[in-house]
């Protein structure tokens, strides 16, 4: 057994090991050389690939899926009590670990890099990793969606450097002990484990307390919370505090950030020198997230104008704005946003990129139809105005019912929250309550030279290859 895992982790069983933060702790501690188990309740591609790395994967939950020598059951918040396999864990005394607990446990040997924010960290996490690999320093990394094709979520490296998205809603990112945080930008989100927005700068700022003596803070100059933040977190004198935006008092200055169509060039201002590079991937707020993935690996000691160009082979990550095909002239794209910020965001982004380029029919710039699916009763109900309003920068949209996720229905919560702030603002919005109806409603509405959104944290994203085919048809 390789000494970088944990005797408690030498045969985890994972409940629900297909999702995607679990399956890359999962793919992670294989690929260190652990006996890896788990179950979860559909075949996948991640469960695929998976199981080519010798993981044992059952589908449906069970007790008889426990092995014996199960060493650890490691689960996320999103596992529930009664679970079967939680239930036998019990009964024979085998410990439960939560999945921070077991991505903690692999960073600490290392220099951890843990990226954290209310938005933009899967994206800042996959620059970072893919910018370090480049460079030949062999991170680690766990990172909170695929890179490229199933499974690429993580990987273990040789080198020193170990980089991981650290997610708030659970307030599971307590566990971390980095060498360099990254707070990208601080919102109220996740009302069903916060009650306020106080609560939630409590949260990030017991993360941020967490930071190894000595080590770095990156953080937006820009964003309010994040600001807001600063300001309670100075004159913690083991804290070096490096701040990044468009601010004038930015420690890590961006001074323009140019659109090239699909991608943008963004230019900083490093120790009173400029530098400009490349940021492949279309919108403002993902040139921010480079400038703070870029601030992030500085401080862990790599050179800054060749980390500045690695960046540019970052070319997304599945479910961020991710090309998913043209028909009929007809271009797809799948979005993971389900926070208004982030739907305000990766539209302007959309909108940006497509802006000048002509249509077939010489009817102007391509029109954006948005598939909106939201998420979560609870964000649902908190944030569902401010969604409809976002949805109104769409030339058109159709709103699916909510994806429900770990939570039970909430009373008189529905996607009709969504769809009539939308309409308030002047959205041309339509409900999609029938979802095997949407590829034909969409194919019905789209022209050449549209673009079409799916957008949504859930199972919307199965919907594009369906668009695709009824438009060839």
Same mark, same amino acid.
């Given at each position: 057994m390789?000494?970088s895992?944990?005797p408690?982790?030498?045969?985890?069983?994972?409940?629900?090991?297909?999702?995607?933060?679990?399956?890359?702790?999962?793919k992670?501690?294989?690929q260190?050389g652990?006996?890896v188990?788990?179950?979860?309740?559909?075949?996948s591609?991640?469960?695929e690939a998976?199981?080519a790395?010798?993981?044992?994967?059952?589908?449906?939950?069970?007790a008889a899926?426990?092995a014996p020598d199960?060493t650890?059951?490691?689960?996320?918040?999103?596992?529930?009590?009664?679970?079967?396999?939680l239930a036998?864990a019990?009964?024979?005394?085998v410990?439960?670990?939560?999945r921070?607990e077991?991505?903690?446990?692999?960073?600490e040997?290392?220099?951890?890099?843990a990226v954290?924010g209310?938005?933009?960290?899967t994206t800042?996490?996959?620059m970072?990793?893919?910018?370090?690999?480049?460079?030949?320093?062999?991170p680690?990394?766990?990172?909170?969606?695929?890179l490229?094709v199933?499974g690429s979520?993580?990987r273990?490296g040789d080198?020193?450097?170990?980089?991981a998205?650290a997610d708030?809603?659970?307030?599971?990112?307590?566990?971390?002990?980095?060498?360099?945080?990254?707070i990208l930008?601080?919102?109220l989100?996740?009302?069903?484990?916060y009650?306020?927005?106080?609560e939630?700068?409590?949260s990030f700022?017991?993360?941020?307390?967490g930071?190894r003596?000595?080590?770095?803070?990156?953080?937006s100059?820009?964003?309010?919370?994040?600001?807001e933040?600063?300001?309670r977190?100075?004159g913690r004198s083991?804290?070096k505090i490096v701040?990044v935006?468009?601010s004038?008092?930015?420690?890590l200055?961006?001074?323009?950030i140019?659109p090239?169509?699909?991608?943008s060039?963004?230019?900083v201002?490093?120790?009173?020198r400029?530098?400009t590079?490349?940021?492949?991937? $279309? /919108?403002?707020h993902y040139a921010?997230n480079?400038? &703070? !993935?870029? #601030? %992030?690996?500085i401080? *862990?000691g790599?050179?800054?104008?060749n980390l500045a160009?690695a960046?540019a082979q970052?070319?997304?990550?599945r479910?961020?704005l991710?090309?998913?095909g043209?028909?009929?002239?007809?271009?797809?794209?799948?979005?993971?946003a389900h926070?208004?910020?982030?739907m305000?965001a990766?539209?302007?982004?959309?909108?940006?990129?497509?802006?000048g380029?002509?249509?077939p029919d010489?009817g102007?710039?391509?029109?954006?139809?948005v598939?909106f699916?939201?998420?979560l009763f609870s964000?649902?109900?908190?944030?569902g105005?401010?969604?409809?309003?976002a949805l109104?920068a769409?030339d058109?949209?159709?709103?699916l019912?909510?994806?429900p996720?770990?939570?039970?229905?909430? $009373? /008189?919560?529905?996607s009709e929250i969504?769809i009539? &702030? !939308?309409? #308030? %603002?002047g959205?041309? *919005?339509?409900a999609?309550?029938?979802?095997?109806?949407?590829?034909?409603v969409?194919?019905g509405?789209?022209?050449?030279?549209?673009?079409v959104l799916?957008?949504?944290?859930?199972?919307?994203?199965d919907l594009g290859?369906?668009?695709?085919?009824r438009?060839?048809?």
């Amino acid at each position: 057994m390789s000494p970088s895992v944990p005797p408690a982790l030498e045969r985890p069983h994972f409940i629900g090991i297909g999702g995607a933060g679990m399956s890359g702790v999962a793919k992670l501690l294989a690929q260190r050389g652990a006996r890896v188990a788990g179950s979860d309740t559909k075949e996948s591609e991640t469960v695929e690939a998976l199981r080519a790395l010798g993981v044992t994967v059952h589908i449906g939950h069970d007790a008889a899926n426990l092995a014996p020598d199960a060493t650890a059951v490691v689960v996320s918040s999103a596992i529930r009590a009664e679970n079967l396999e939680l239930a036998a864990a019990g009964e024979r005394g085998v410990p439960v670990v939560h999945r921070s607990e077991a991505l903690a446990a692999l960073m600490e040997s290392g220099r951890p890099i843990a990226v954290a924010g209310t938005h933009g960290k899967t994206t800042t996490t996959s620059m970072l990793a893919v910018a370090l690999t480049a460079l030949g320093l062999e991170p680690s990394y766990v990172i909170g969606g695929d890179l490229d094709v199933p499974g690429s979520s993580a990987r273990h490296g040789d080198g020193e450097i170990f980089v991981a998205e650290a997610d708030e809603s659970d307030r599971s990112f307590h566990a971390y002990a980095p060498e360099v945080a990254v707070i990208l930008n601080v919102e109220l989100d996740h009302h069903a484990n916060y009650a306020s927005l106080e609560e939630i700068y409590e949260s990030f700022e017991t993360f941020a307390r967490g930071v190894r003596p000595g080590g770095t803070l990156v953080i937006s100059a820009d964003q309010h919370g994040a600001v807001e933040l600063t300001s309670r977190l100075r004159g913690r004198s083991s804290l070096k505090i490096v701040t990044v935006g468009e601010s004038e008092d930015a420690d890590l200055r961006i001074t323009r950030i140019s659109p090239r169509g699909l991608t943008s060039e963004v230019t900083v201002v490093l120790d009173g020198r400029m530098m400009t590079f490349t940021v492949s991937v $279309p /919108g403002r707020h993902y040139a921010h997230n480079a400038v &703070a !993935a870029l #601030a %992030a690996g500085i401080a *862990v000691g790599a050179p800054a104008r060749n980390l500045a160009s690695a960046l540019a082979q970052y070319t997304g990550v599945r479910r961020r704005l991710q090309f998913k095909g043209e028909a009929a002239g007809v271009q797809v794209i799948d979005s993971y946003a389900h926070h208004p910020t982030e739907m305000a965001a990766d539209l302007e982004a959309i909108r940006g990129a497509v802006a000048g380029t002509p249509r077939p029919d010489g009817g102007g710039d391509p029109r954006v139809l948005v598939v909106f699916q939201p998420h979560l009763f609870s964000r649902t109900r908190e944030l569902g105005a401010e969604m409809g309003a976002a949805l109104a920068a769409a030339d058109a949209s159709v709103v699916l019912d909510i994806y429900p996720a770990r939570e039970d229905p909430i $009373p /008189g919560v529905t996607s009709e929250i969504i769809i009539e &702030a !939308a309409r #308030a %603002a002047g959205a041309d *919005v339509a409900a999609g309550h029938q979802r095997a109806a949407i590829p034909d409603v969409v194919a019905g509405m789209a022209k050449a030279g549209d673009l079409v959104l799916t957008m949504g944290a859930g199972d919307v994203t199965d919907l594009g290859p369906l668009i695709l085919a009824r438009l060839e048809s």
